[in-house]
Protein backbone atom coordinates (compact mmCIF):
# COMPACT_ATOMS: atom_id res chain seq x y z
CA UNK A 1 0.00 0.00 0.00
CA UNK A 2 1.63 3.24 -0.99
CA UNK A 3 1.46 6.00 0.92
CA UNK A 4 -0.65 8.01 -1.84
CA UNK A 5 -3.96 5.91 -1.29
CA UNK A 6 -3.83 6.55 2.14
CA UNK A 7 -6.35 8.94 3.20
CA UNK A 8 -6.32 11.44 6.47
CA UNK A 9 -9.10 13.49 7.19
CA UNK A 10 -8.38 17.08 7.51
CA UNK A 11 -11.63 18.85 7.63
CA UNK A 12 -12.12 21.88 9.97
CA UNK A 13 -14.59 20.27 12.13
CA UNK A 14 -12.29 17.67 12.96
CA UNK A 15 -10.34 19.48 15.51
CA UNK A 16 -10.61 20.44 18.57
CA UNK A 17 -10.10 23.92 17.83
CA UNK A 18 -12.13 24.22 14.91
CA UNK A 19 -15.39 22.50 16.94
CA UNK A 20 -19.15 24.64 17.70
CA UNK A 21 -18.32 26.89 20.59
CA UNK A 22 -21.20 25.56 22.10
CA UNK A 23 -19.46 21.85 21.73
CA UNK A 24 -16.15 22.84 23.05
CA UNK A 25 -18.19 24.91 26.03
CA UNK A 26 -19.55 22.07 27.06
CA UNK A 27 -16.80 19.54 27.55
CA UNK A 28 -14.58 22.56 29.85
CA UNK A 29 -17.67 22.64 32.05
CA UNK A 30 -17.61 18.59 32.53
CA UNK A 31 -14.19 18.94 33.12
CA UNK A 32 -14.71 21.82 35.62
CA UNK A 33 -18.12 20.11 37.21
CA UNK A 34 -15.51 17.01 37.75
CA UNK A 35 -12.64 19.13 39.21
CA UNK A 36 -15.25 20.65 42.06
CA UNK A 37 -17.28 17.37 42.66
CA UNK A 38 -13.44 15.99 43.48
CA UNK A 39 -12.30 18.95 45.66
CA UNK A 40 -16.01 18.60 47.19
CA UNK A 41 -15.91 14.94 48.45
CA UNK A 42 -12.14 15.52 49.18
CA UNK A 43 -13.11 18.43 51.62
CA UNK A 44 -16.01 16.41 52.86
CA UNK A 45 -14.29 12.71 53.64
CA UNK A 46 -11.08 14.80 55.39
CA UNK A 47 -14.02 16.77 57.26
CA UNK A 48 -15.40 12.78 58.14
CA UNK A 49 -12.14 11.52 59.32
CA UNK A 50 -11.08 14.36 61.76
CA UNK A 51 -14.73 13.94 63.26
CA UNK A 52 -13.59 10.53 63.35
CA UNK A 53 -10.74 10.97 64.84
CA UNK A 54 -12.16 13.32 67.12
CA UNK A 55 -14.77 11.11 68.62
CA UNK A 56 -11.97 7.98 68.62
CA UNK A 57 -9.39 10.51 70.82
CA UNK A 58 -11.78 12.32 73.44
CA UNK A 59 -14.51 11.39 75.82
CA UNK A 60 -15.28 14.27 77.55
CA UNK A 61 -17.86 13.92 80.41
CA UNK A 62 -19.24 17.73 81.61
CA UNK A 63 -20.01 18.63 84.95
CA UNK A 64 -23.64 17.36 85.95
CA UNK A 65 -25.30 18.55 89.26
CA UNK A 66 -26.44 15.38 89.06
CA UNK A 67 -23.20 13.48 89.67
CA UNK A 68 -20.96 13.25 92.51
CA UNK A 69 -19.04 16.59 92.84
CA UNK A 70 -17.05 16.30 95.64
CA UNK A 71 -13.98 18.71 96.89
CA UNK A 72 -11.43 16.72 97.71
CA UNK A 73 -10.76 17.43 101.30
CA UNK A 74 -7.75 20.09 101.70
CA UNK A 75 -8.65 21.09 97.88
CA UNK A 76 -8.97 24.73 96.55
CA UNK A 77 -11.57 25.01 93.63
CA UNK A 78 -9.13 26.91 91.37
CA UNK A 79 -9.46 28.19 88.02
CA UNK A 80 -6.93 29.18 85.31
CA UNK A 81 -7.15 31.03 81.56
CA UNK A 82 -5.45 29.41 78.79
CA UNK A 83 -3.48 31.84 76.10
CA UNK A 84 -6.59 31.46 73.80
CA UNK A 85 -8.91 32.76 76.71
CA UNK A 86 -10.54 29.44 78.16
CA UNK A 87 -11.35 29.14 81.55
CA UNK A 88 -10.53 26.09 83.01
CA UNK A 89 -11.53 24.12 86.08
CA UNK A 90 -9.15 22.54 87.96
CA UNK A 91 -8.11 21.54 91.88
CA UNK A 92 -5.55 22.10 94.03
CA UNK A 93 -5.08 19.50 96.85
CA UNK A 94 -3.00 20.59 99.48
CA UNK A 95 -0.23 18.43 101.40
CA UNK A 96 -1.00 18.04 104.94
CA UNK A 97 2.68 19.04 105.52
CA UNK A 98 3.98 22.51 104.38
CA UNK A 99 6.10 23.38 102.40
CA UNK A 100 5.30 20.19 100.38
CA UNK A 101 7.91 18.23 98.59
CA UNK A 102 6.73 19.03 94.98
CA UNK A 103 3.54 20.24 93.22
CA UNK A 104 2.55 17.41 90.79
CA UNK A 105 0.62 18.63 87.93
CA UNK A 106 -2.23 15.43 86.92
CA UNK A 107 -3.01 15.20 82.98
CA UNK A 108 -5.91 12.55 83.21
CA UNK A 109 -7.04 10.67 80.55
CA UNK A 110 -9.34 11.53 77.38
CA UNK A 111 -12.30 10.03 79.57
CA UNK A 112 -14.21 11.09 82.58
CA UNK A 113 -13.08 14.28 84.62
CA UNK A 114 -11.32 15.61 87.48
CA UNK A 115 -14.02 14.13 89.63
CA UNK A 116 -12.70 10.34 88.40
CA UNK A 117 -9.11 11.57 89.53
CA UNK A 118 -9.77 12.83 93.45
CA UNK A 119 -8.53 9.73 95.27
CA UNK A 120 -5.27 10.09 93.20
CA UNK A 121 -4.39 13.84 94.14
CA UNK A 122 -5.75 12.91 97.95
CA UNK A 123 -3.51 9.94 98.17
CA UNK A 124 -0.50 11.59 96.56
CA UNK A 125 -1.29 14.65 98.98
CA UNK A 126 -0.60 12.55 101.69
CA UNK A 127 2.37 11.96 100.76
CA UNK A 128 3.68 15.13 101.04
CA UNK A 129 2.42 16.77 97.58
CA UNK A 130 0.58 19.28 96.37
CA UNK A 131 -1.01 18.16 93.31
CA UNK A 132 -3.51 20.34 90.67
CA UNK A 133 -5.72 17.97 89.02
CA UNK A 134 -6.91 20.06 85.92
CA UNK A 135 -9.57 19.41 83.24
CA UNK A 136 -9.30 19.98 79.90
CA UNK A 137 -11.49 21.94 77.80
CA UNK A 138 -14.76 20.53 77.58
CA UNK A 139 -14.26 18.32 80.25
CA UNK A 140 -16.06 18.81 83.72
CA UNK A 141 -16.45 22.56 84.24
CA UNK A 142 -14.14 23.82 82.05
CA UNK A 143 -14.89 25.94 79.12
CA UNK A 144 -14.79 25.78 75.25
CA UNK A 145 -14.48 22.21 73.45
CA UNK A 146 -11.17 20.28 72.71
CA UNK A 147 -10.72 18.46 69.32
CA UNK A 148 -7.16 18.25 68.54
CA UNK A 149 -3.66 18.22 69.93
CA UNK A 150 -3.14 22.23 69.92
CA UNK A 151 -5.89 22.96 72.32
CA UNK A 152 -4.26 20.66 74.98
CA UNK A 153 -0.83 21.44 74.93
CA UNK A 154 -2.31 24.96 75.56
CA UNK A 155 -4.25 23.66 78.28
CA UNK A 156 -1.01 22.05 79.80
CA UNK A 157 0.35 25.42 79.30
CA UNK A 158 -1.86 27.23 81.20
CA UNK A 159 -1.76 24.42 84.02
CA UNK A 160 2.19 24.83 84.63
CA UNK A 161 1.63 28.70 84.25
CA UNK A 162 -0.48 29.03 87.09
CA UNK A 163 1.90 26.79 89.50
CA UNK A 164 4.54 28.66 88.56
CA UNK A 165 3.66 32.15 88.18
CA UNK A 166 0.62 32.22 90.18
CA UNK A 167 1.40 30.15 92.92
CA UNK A 168 5.53 30.94 92.57
CA UNK A 169 6.07 27.01 92.36
CA UNK A 170 10.34 26.61 91.14
CA UNK A 171 10.41 24.80 88.07
CA UNK A 172 12.82 22.49 89.74
CA UNK A 173 9.75 21.45 91.90
CA UNK A 174 7.16 20.75 89.21
CA UNK A 175 6.08 17.41 88.56
CA UNK A 176 4.24 16.29 84.90
CA UNK A 177 2.22 13.35 86.18
CA UNK A 178 0.28 12.18 82.83
CA UNK A 179 -1.70 9.05 82.56
CA UNK A 180 -2.65 7.52 79.09
CA UNK A 181 -3.55 10.31 76.78
CA UNK A 182 -2.53 12.62 79.17
CA UNK A 183 1.14 11.56 79.07
CA UNK A 184 1.38 13.25 75.43
CA UNK A 185 0.70 16.57 77.16
CA UNK A 186 3.48 16.16 79.71
CA UNK A 187 5.61 15.06 77.45
CA UNK A 188 5.16 18.13 74.79
CA UNK A 189 5.06 20.27 77.89
CA UNK A 190 8.32 19.07 79.34
CA UNK A 191 9.60 19.11 75.93
CA UNK A 192 9.48 22.86 75.99
CA UNK A 193 9.66 23.92 79.79
CA UNK A 194 11.73 22.99 82.67
CA UNK A 195 10.53 20.48 85.60
CA UNK A 196 11.46 18.77 88.16
CA UNK A 197 10.25 15.07 86.72
CA UNK A 198 8.01 13.22 84.61
CA UNK A 199 5.72 10.44 85.00
CA UNK A 200 3.88 8.85 82.12
CA UNK A 201 1.89 6.15 83.22
CA UNK A 202 0.18 3.81 80.16
CA UNK A 203 1.04 6.39 77.62
CA UNK A 204 1.40 6.46 74.02
CA UNK A 205 4.84 6.72 71.84
CA UNK A 206 2.58 8.74 68.93
CA UNK A 207 -0.46 8.54 67.22
CA UNK A 208 0.37 6.58 64.26
CA UNK A 209 1.71 3.84 66.34
CA UNK A 210 -2.09 4.27 68.26
CA UNK A 211 -3.61 4.41 64.67
CA UNK A 212 -1.60 1.14 63.48
CA UNK A 213 -2.86 -0.47 66.74
CA UNK A 214 -6.80 0.64 66.51
CA UNK A 215 -7.78 0.95 63.12
CA UNK A 216 -4.98 -1.71 61.17
CA UNK A 217 -7.26 -1.57 58.45
CA UNK A 218 -6.67 2.06 57.22
CA UNK A 219 -3.97 2.58 55.02
CA UNK A 220 -0.55 4.05 56.35
CA UNK A 221 -1.31 7.34 53.71
CA UNK A 222 -4.22 8.36 55.60
CA UNK A 223 -2.35 8.57 59.01
CA UNK A 224 -0.75 11.64 57.53
CA UNK A 225 -4.79 13.42 57.03
CA UNK A 226 -4.78 12.86 60.33
CA UNK A 227 -5.20 16.32 63.05
CA UNK A 228 -3.13 14.71 65.89
CA UNK A 229 0.35 13.52 66.02
CA UNK A 230 0.86 13.05 69.35
CA UNK A 231 4.81 12.27 68.87
CA UNK A 232 5.62 11.32 72.59
CA UNK A 233 8.63 9.23 71.62
CA UNK A 234 10.18 12.04 69.59
CA UNK A 235 10.03 14.51 71.80
CA UNK A 236 11.39 13.21 74.72
CA UNK A 237 14.53 13.92 72.86
CA UNK A 238 14.11 16.86 73.94
CA UNK A 239 13.25 16.48 78.28
CA UNK A 240 16.11 16.92 80.05
CA UNK A 241 14.18 15.82 83.32
CA UNK A 242 13.97 12.31 85.30
CA UNK A 243 11.47 10.04 83.55
CA UNK A 244 9.47 7.22 85.50
CA UNK A 245 7.29 5.12 82.61
CA UNK A 246 4.89 2.99 83.91
CA UNK A 247 3.15 0.58 82.11
CA UNK A 248 0.39 -2.46 83.06
CA UNK A 249 0.73 -5.84 80.87
CA UNK A 250 -1.38 -6.52 79.09
CA UNK A 251 -2.78 -3.19 78.28
CA UNK A 252 -5.99 -3.60 76.24
CA UNK A 253 -6.16 -0.42 75.23
CA UNK A 254 -2.08 1.13 74.87
CA UNK A 255 0.18 -1.56 73.99
CA UNK A 256 2.95 -2.32 76.55
CA UNK A 257 5.15 -2.52 73.45
CA UNK A 258 4.87 1.71 73.28
CA UNK A 259 5.94 2.21 76.50
CA UNK A 260 8.90 0.50 76.06
CA UNK A 261 9.35 2.77 72.73
CA UNK A 262 8.82 5.81 75.12
CA UNK A 263 11.29 4.16 77.81
CA UNK A 264 14.14 3.93 75.05
CA UNK A 265 13.44 7.24 73.76
CA UNK A 266 14.10 8.55 77.24
CA UNK A 267 17.04 10.62 78.60
CA UNK A 268 18.93 9.51 81.28
CA UNK A 269 18.29 9.50 84.03
CA UNK A 270 14.56 6.80 83.33
CA UNK A 271 12.90 4.61 84.98
CA UNK A 272 10.86 1.52 83.43
CA UNK A 273 8.17 0.22 85.72
CA UNK A 274 5.69 -2.84 84.04
CA UNK A 275 3.11 -4.13 86.19
CA UNK A 276 1.95 -7.82 85.02
CA UNK A 277 -1.94 -8.00 84.73
CA UNK A 278 -2.58 -4.01 85.90
CA UNK A 279 -4.12 -3.29 82.98
CA UNK A 280 -4.46 -0.19 81.62
CA UNK A 281 -4.78 1.62 84.80
CA UNK A 282 -2.23 1.04 86.77
CA UNK A 283 -2.74 3.72 89.93
CA UNK A 284 -6.15 2.04 89.94
CA UNK A 285 -4.98 -1.45 89.82
CA UNK A 286 -2.03 -1.53 91.97
CA UNK A 287 -3.33 1.25 93.65
CA UNK A 288 -0.92 2.18 97.16
CA UNK A 289 1.83 0.00 96.18
CA UNK A 290 2.13 1.94 92.85
CA UNK A 291 1.84 5.35 94.48
CA UNK A 292 4.53 4.71 97.22
CA UNK A 293 6.85 3.67 93.72
CA UNK A 294 5.69 6.87 92.30
CA UNK A 295 6.14 8.93 95.60
CA UNK A 296 9.44 7.17 95.55
CA UNK A 297 10.43 8.61 92.38
CA UNK A 298 9.64 12.27 92.86
CA UNK A 299 11.27 12.20 95.85
CA UNK A 300 14.41 10.68 95.11
CA UNK A 301 14.51 13.22 91.50
CA UNK A 302 13.50 16.57 93.10
CA UNK A 303 16.30 16.02 96.19
CA UNK A 304 18.61 15.96 93.16
CA UNK A 305 17.58 19.06 91.41
CA UNK A 306 19.26 22.03 92.51
CA UNK A 307 18.08 25.09 94.59
Not at 81 to 95: C, E, I, P
Not at 106 to 126: C, E
Amino acid sequence: MSLNSLSFSSEPGDTPANRPFAERWLTREKLIACVITIIFFSMISLFALRKFEAAVTFHPLRYSSNSLWTLPEGAEDVWLTTSDNVRLNGWLVRSGTQPSNATIIYFHGNGGNISHVAWVGKNLASRGFDVLLVDYRGYGRSDGEVDGESELNLDGDAAYNYIVNMRGVGPEKVVLFGQSLGTTVAVDLASRKPCGAVILESGLSSAREMAAQVLPWIARPLYALGKNRFESARKLAQVKSPILVTHGDPDPIIPVEQARKLYAAANEPKKLLIYPGAGHNVHGTVGQEYLDEVSSFIDGAISKNPR
